[in-house]
């Protein structure tokens, strides 16, 4: 199991544009404006993830990918968390799954705080693959996380205290 910073533009997110809950996010943002730790974000590779996208997502993807080639991991939870982090201006802190054994370890660290509940802990690799093809499928367009923080912002959905600190 291997945890590590990465930037908003490494990362792609989940299609839920905007975040569900301004409340949620205006929570994250305030604690990593006071610097505590957020739960670790969980993510793939993204070559892993590819292998289980069907041939007209692969090509969308590709696409993508020649737009954002610093974009190497998907998330698979955490969207709140990821824009709040980004909109403090910090990096984020992830785990990276690379094989099965990193999603049992990765269930006890629910216990500690270190990672939040979520369906991701509840199936494998392949299965974690799966979901995002679905999530995809519905909504089959790809962004980084500074993409979508970018986009709230231009498209003023966030409170102005929150964009005034991001400027």
């Known amino acids: 199991m291997k945890t590590i910073e990465l930037n908003p533009d490494q990362i792609i997110t989940l299609n839920d544009y905007p ?17 505590e730790e957020l739960p670790l974000v969980p993510v793939i590779r993204r070559d ?27 998330m698979l939870d955490g969207s709140h968390r990821t824009t709040a982090l980004t909109l403090a201006l910090h990096k984020i802190a992830v785990l990276v799954y690379q094989k099965d054994e990193d999603i049992v370890e990765a269930r006890k660290l629910v216990a500690t705080g270190k990672i939040l509940k ?7 690799m392949v299965g974690n693959c799966e979901i995002l093809s679905r999530h995809f499928s519905e909504k089959p367009y790809f962004m980084t996380v500074q ?5 709230m912002v231009a498209d003023g959905i966030l409170p102005q205290d929150i964009v005034q600190y991001y400027h």
């Open 147 to 151: 993409q979508k923080t970018d986009r």
């Open 48 to 74: 892993v993830v590819r292998r289980n996208l069907d041939d007209e997502l692969v090509k969308k993807f590709e696409e993508f990918e020649g737009e954002n080639p610093t974009a190497e991991y998907f």
């Open 19 to 35: 975040v569900h809950s301004d409340s949620v996010l205006s929570e994250y943002f305030g604690k990593c404006k006071m610097g």
């Open 118 to 124: 979520s369906g991701t802990l509840q199936t494998t």
